[in-house]
C-alpha cells in the first residue's frame, strides 16, 4: 500500500485516490450542455469529497495542504458557477451596445425576463450540503442585489417594477430540487 510521508496508510489512499475520482467527475461533468450545471455538478461533488476529507484527523502536515488544495478547487468551481449562470444577468442592466432607435431595448425588462428564466431553470437543480445551498444562494442574492440596486440607483428609478427585496426573496428557493 502506498504511503505518503506522516500520513496514515488509509488516508495515504485516499489521497491518492481523489485526483482521479476528481478526474473522471470533470470527464462526466463534460456531458452537461448547461455550463452552469456544469459546474454545480463539479460543485456538489467537489464540496462532498472535501468534506469528507475535512473530517479525516488533519495531524499530518501533508494532508492539511491537500484538504486545503481541495477547499481552493471549490472555491473556483463555485465563483465559475455564479459566472456562467448568474453574472451575465447584469450585462443586461448594464449594456453600452448602442440600440437602433426602432428597438425597443428595456434593461430592465430584459434582465427581469432572463433573471425569470434563470431561476425557473435553476429552482429544482440539486445541492444536497445545507451549507452549500446557503452559502450559494447568499452569493447569488449579493450578485443580483447589488447589481440590480446599482442600476435602479443610477438610473433614477423610483418605482421599479420588482423591488431588490422581492428579488432578494424569490431567490431563497433556489435549489429546492
Not at 495515504?12 to 450545471?37: D, H, R, V, W, Y
Not at 437602433?100 to 434563470?118: A, D, G, H, I, V
Not at 450578485?143 to 424569490?170: A, C, F, H, W
Request: avoid cysteine; aromatic fraction near 12%.
Amino acid at each position: 500500500m502506498p504511503h505518503i510521508e506522516d500520513v496514515f496508510p488509509l488516508n495515504s489512499m485516499i489521497m491518492e485516490m481523489t485526483p482521479f475520482l476528481q478526474e473522471k467527475l470533470a470527464k462526466e461533468s463534460e456531458s452537461f450542455l448547461n455550463q452552469g450545471l456544469r459546474f454545480l455538478f463539479l460543485l456538489n461533488n467537489s464540496y462532498f469529497i472535501w468534506e469528507g476529507l475535512s473530517t479525516i484527523n488533519h495531524s499530518s502536515s501533508s494532508l492539511k495542504v491537500y484538504v486545503a488544495a481541495l477547499s481552493d478547487k471549490v472555491k473556483e468551481y463555485k465563483e465559475s458557477y455564479l459566472q456562467v449562470s448568474w453574472a451575465p444577468l447584469l450585462k443586461l442592466l448594464f449594456n453600452t451596445k448602442p440600440v437602433p432607435f426602432w428597438k425597443n431595448y428595456n434593461p430592465q425588462t430584459m434582465f427581469e425576463s432572463e433573471l425569470r428564466k434563470t431561476y425557473n431553470t435553476q429552482m429544482l437543480w440539486k445541492v444536497p450540503n445545507y451549507e452549500l445551498t446557503i452559502s450559494l444562494r447568499k452569493a447569488i442574492t449579493e450578485i443580483i442585489r447589488s447589481g440590480y440596486t446599482k442600476y435602479i440607483n443610477d438610473n433614477n428609478i423610483t418605482t421599479p417594477r420588482v423591488t431588490p427585496q422581492e428579488l432578494e426573496e424569490m431567490l431563497q428557493d433556489l435549489f429546492e430540487g
